[in-house]
């Protein structure tokens, strides 16, 4: 039974549904279609919200045969059943039925109209017809058979956002063989490290990006990518940043892009099992190499299609621009798009360069109806003071969206007087590990500032306290209670499942935990606190601390270091390191500029910290484990014997130097020295410096 908190005084929404419009909505229609067809829904009419999620939770077997039928996955494939084990891990989905994610995704009957819109950051743009795509598509695929490539093989990208990673992941899905990318800011190093797991028969790469005004010329970490992957038998190379970037390669194991999509082959699909893998997305790597996340193809095809097209509302005259690179889940979601007949506008460049203005310009300039981007964005269109409602024609944008972090009430107030009061704004949490949404908007329900405005059709979201008792109205652990097809099907490399079920039901046994703390609200609409691991998120893109700590600690003035990811008011976002200093080491300006350009170089410029701090030590487990989640917690001004056992500590002294900075910023000021008194700390943030030591107490503010 539900333990219900009382709430506190909740915002009038800022959006409702247009009564003229909303019946139109494709989850109207699907609502109306589960209340003729299933007498055990117990939804009053087409726009009951609550009691169709209620049915699809208490009902998941019949809401996901209501999806498969709906969206007419494979009327030709035959199933056993739907739902055959409902454990987790292991829930046993649609056994016996056949699927391709590729041929649902070029399966409508457009032909001449755009597919894909594909825009750079100095203007050019090219578009693909569905013709052209599947014409594409299908001698990639012919390419990749002609070199050996089938059923399980890994074909990989080292690819910018556009058109050659969505016809590589297209091509390879539609032979079944596996697809993992990579943004081209990701270091060799970082690439090897992913793409290295998976032991890649084919490496799709570019030359090189644009962002923010600057090129980058990326041919050498391709080809020390290429050295560091043993199993490569051929490279696909793409003169994306340059003409004729590859032209001096003779090797006769690399492939011009140009020749292998231009074969005139039959468009051909391999049907594979419900649960064959589609793709692997990789973890942050918080605790080492990143995890592969494997999907399989009908869990996606099931999962995306209620996101995209029931959620989304997305239809044959949409146009989708969400702003994602490669590395982000959301990418898998645009391309995804395409299930839906929609056309998936795809921006290759900074969101902010020249100004941030891009992405509105572009919803102008292309008449997308569905925008999508991140909190910080939103508020940095909002520092600006711009005002895209009256700057562009925005007549045709139906739904603005935004995941990636918790997104802040004032947002919501600025989409509504800056772009436009009839215009919803969908803020969105879900992750890499299902790459659907648990929580997000519809159609059909109003928006509240400062919540997402539904919990997902077929997703059981719950809030729950640590001994495993749900809570309306307060904060606690997302968890899921029941399965959602597109769970993994596997971690690569995890034959056992022993790091799979570490990582979602170690807390409560057969319940996924996801790591966020959440409050499920009277009306059904979820607020985000935060996320309650270590994994990093900065600007949507789940960042590892390990690939960071390889970068700082083979710096011979660094002897050991610590990063952290904190959730700040008003959606911002604190990402400080922690390091110990060599002997006689200062950290000066170009020490800290080494550092940040070690992590550049070797994971990504999105690791960089706002902050490199000092201290005296770092404390560890006995074993040598960093423990990045308690002394975040404790930064966050927990107490520090509430999230932390001091005797399983190695140097118990080092924690009290983040018991002091705790301190300080839940005080909301930065620290000043008490002259009467030993100094704690001494922290001047233009030089991004803190020099901490022990004390027996704190008395460095004075109120």
């Not at 949404?437 to 979201?461: I, K, M, N, Q, Y």
Request: hydrophobic share 40%; with cysteine.
């Amino acid at each position: 039974m539900a333990h219900i908190t009382p709430e506190s005084v909740r915002p009038e929404p800022i959006w409702e549904p247009d009564p003229e419009t909303v019946h139109l909505s494709t989850l109207a229609g699907f609502t109306d279609f589960v209340r003729d067809r299933y007498p055990s829904a117990d939804v009053s009419d087409s726009l009951d919200y609550p009691g169709l999620w209620q049915w699809s939770t208490e009902h998941i077997d019949q809401f996901w045969e209501a999806v498969w039928t709906f969206f007419d996955i494979d009327s030709a494939t035959a199933y056993d059943s739907v739902l055959a084990a409902e454990t987790m891990p292991g829930a046993q989905w649609f056994p016996g039925a056949t699927v391709n994610y590729a041929e649902h995704a070029l399966s409508n009957d457009r032909s001449d109209q755009d597919a894909l819109v594909c825009i750079r950051e100095d203007g050019r743009t090219e578009r693909v017809s569905w013709d052209q795509l599947r014409r594409r598509v299908g001698a990639l695929a012919a390419t990749l058979r002609s070199v050996g490539v089938g059923r399980g093989d890994r074909v990989v990208g080292y690819l910018p956002p556009g058109r050659h990673a969505v016809i590589g992941l297209l091509a390879a899905a539609s032979i079944g063989a596996i697809w993992s990318q990579c943004a081209q800011d990701f270091a060799a190093g970082a690439v090897i490290d992913r793409f290295g797991q998976l032991e890649p028969t084919v490496l799709i790469a570019a030359d090189g990006y644009s962002y923010n005004g600057r090129s980058f010329d990326r041919r050498s970490e391709v080809n020390k990518v290429r050295a560091g992957l043993p199993t490569l038998t051929h490279n696909i190379v793409v003169d994306h940043h340059t003409d004729g970037a590859f032209s001096d390669t003779d090797d006769p194991a690399v492939l011009f892009w140009n020749d292998a999509v231009a074969a005139e082959a039959p468009l051909q699909f391999d049907k594979v099992p419900f649960e064959q893998p589609l793709w692997v997305l990789f973890s942050s790597g918080t605790t080492g190499l990143p995890k592969g996340i494997v999907h399989g193809h009908g869990g996606i095809i099931l999962a995306l299609l209620s996101l995209v097209g029931l959620h989304m509302d997305l239809r044959e005259d949409d146009k989708l621009l969400w702003y994602t690179s490669t590395n982000w889940m959301m990418w898998n979601v645009v391309v995804s798009s395409l299930l839906t007949g929609a056309t998936a506008v795809i921006y290759d460049g900074s969101p902010t360069y020249p100004d941030t203005t891009t992405l509105w310009r572009l919803a102008d300039e292309q008449k997308v109806t569905f925008l999508g981007t991140s909190p910080g964005h939103l508020q940095a269109c909002a520092r600006a003071e711009i005002s895209p409602g009256t700057q562009f024609d925005l007549t045709a944008l139906r739904t603005v969206g935004s995941t990636g972090s918790t997104l802040p009430a004032s947002c919501y107030h600025w989409v509504h007087d800056n772009v436009g009061t009839r215009v919803q704004l969908s803020s969105t949490t879900g992750g890499t590990d299902a790459v659907t949404a648990f929580a997000c908007s519809t159609p059909t329900t109003p928006v509240w500032p400062g919540e997402l405005s539904a919990r997902s059709l077929g997703v059981a979201l719950q809030s729950w306290d640590s001994t495993g008792n749900e809570i309306i109205g307060g904060v606690g652990e997302l968890v899921l209670t029941k399965p959602v097809p597109s769970m993994p099907v596997f971690f690569w490399n995890d034959p056992t499942g022993d790091r799979y079920r570490e990582a979602y039901f170690s807390t409560f046994p057969g319940v996924w935990r996801h790591g966020d703390w959440v409050t499920v609200t009277g009306e059904g609409s979820v607020v985000m606190h935060g996320r309650s691991d270590s994994t990093l998120n900065r600007h949507g893109v789940r960042l590892g601390s390990a690939e960071i700590y390889q970068a700082v600690e083979q710096l011979p003035q660094i002897e050991d270091s610590l990063i952290v990811g904190i959730d700040e008011q008003e959606g911002g976002y604190w990402l400080p390191l922690f390091v110990v200093l060599a002997p006689g080491v200062e950290l000066d300006t170009a020490l800290r500029e080494n550092i940040n350009a070690n992590i550049r170089a070797h994971a990504s410029p999105r690791h960089v910290p706002d902050e490199i701090i000092a201290v005296r030590s770092l404390p560890h487990t006995r074993t040598g484990k960093k423990i990045e989640v308690p002394l975040k917690r404790i930064l966050q001004g927990a107490d520090r014997d509430t999230v932390l056992s001091i005797d399983a500590i190695d140097d118990p002294a080092s924690v009290d130097q983040f018991v002091a900075l705790g301190a300080a910023r839940t005080h909301r000021r930065r620290p000043r020295v008490d002259v009467n008194s030993p100094p704690v700390v001494r922290l001047d943030r233009g030089q991004h410096y803190v020099h901490l030591v022990e004390s027996k107490g704190f008395n460095a503010i004075k109120e």
